[in-house]
């Protein structure tokens, strides 16, 4: 009985797997004269200053960016590589960046895992790519949450 209920199963298996082949044959078979889709416009609060680069470090027992703190101007980009010891992320404390500077922060994040946060970057050299424009002038205090507790924090001063 066992034997017929796991072949019963496979059966489904494979015809559920089978659907699913079929469905990308018939989406590869779509007429070629179907409409292109239109990229989305590029957003009008790109960053268009200067770049800036930041690495990120690990090496067991202390975590830090380099250089930890850094003087930009709005509309620069700030680029955080990941050189040794990741996964890193970049997070801003809400409480501790400029009163309104949240939405262009968030804005100015590429890839995020969260309001304020980055996602995570786990391969050798990935980079994390933050956008400040239109960033209100002050301080935006920023730390990697997997390292946090290792002292990997910093400031941008954005003038």
């Given at each position: 009985?066992?034997?017929?209920?796991?072949?019963?199963?496979?059966?489904?298996?494979?015809?559920?797997?089978?659907?699913?082949?079929?469905?990308?044959?018939?989406?590869?078979?779509?007429?070629?004269?179907?409409?292109?889709?239109?990229?989305?416009?590029?957003?009008?609060?790109?960053?268009?200053?200067?770049?800036?680069?930041?690495?990120?470090?690990?090496?067991?027992?202390?975590?830090?960016?380099?250089?930890?703190?850094?003087t930009i101007k709005a509309n620069d980009v700030v680029r955080f590589h990941n050189k040794t010891g990741g996964?890193?992320?970049?997070?801003?404390?809400?409480?501790?960046?400029?009163?309104?500077?949240?939405?262009?922060?968030?804005?100015?994040?590429?890839?995020?895992?969260?309001?304020?946060?980055?996602?995570?970057?786990?391969?050798?050299?990935?980079?994390?790519?933050?956008?400040?424009?239109?960033?209100?002038?002050?301080?935006?205090?920023?730390?990697?949450?997997?390292?946090?507790?290792?002292?990997?924090?910093?400031?941008?001063?954005?003038?």
């Amino acid at each position: 009985m066992r034997v017929i209920s796991m072949a019963a199963g496979l059966v489904l298996l494979a015809a559920a797997c089978g659907g699913e082949k079929k469905a990308d044959d018939q989406a590869a078979a779509a007429p070629a004269s179907a409409p292109a889709q239109t990229p989305a416009p590029a957003a009008a609060t790109a960053a268009t200053g200067a770049t800036h680069d930041v690495t990120m470090n690990f090496d067991g027992k202390k975590g830090w960016f380099d250089p930890a703190t850094l003087t930009i101007k709005a509309n620069d980009v700030v680029r955080f590589h990941n050189k040794t010891g990741g996964p890193h992320n970049v997070s801003f404390w809400p409480d501790s960046i400029p009163s309104g500077a949240a939405t262009a922060l968030d804005a100015g994040l590429k890839d995020k895992m969260g309001p304020l946060q980055s996602a995570m970057v786990v391969d050798p050299d990935g980079v994390i790519e933050v956008g400040f424009a239109s960033a209100p002038a002050g301080a935006y205090k920023f730390y990697c949450l997997p390292h946090l507790t290792y002292g990997m924090r910093g400031t941008i001063t954005v003038q």
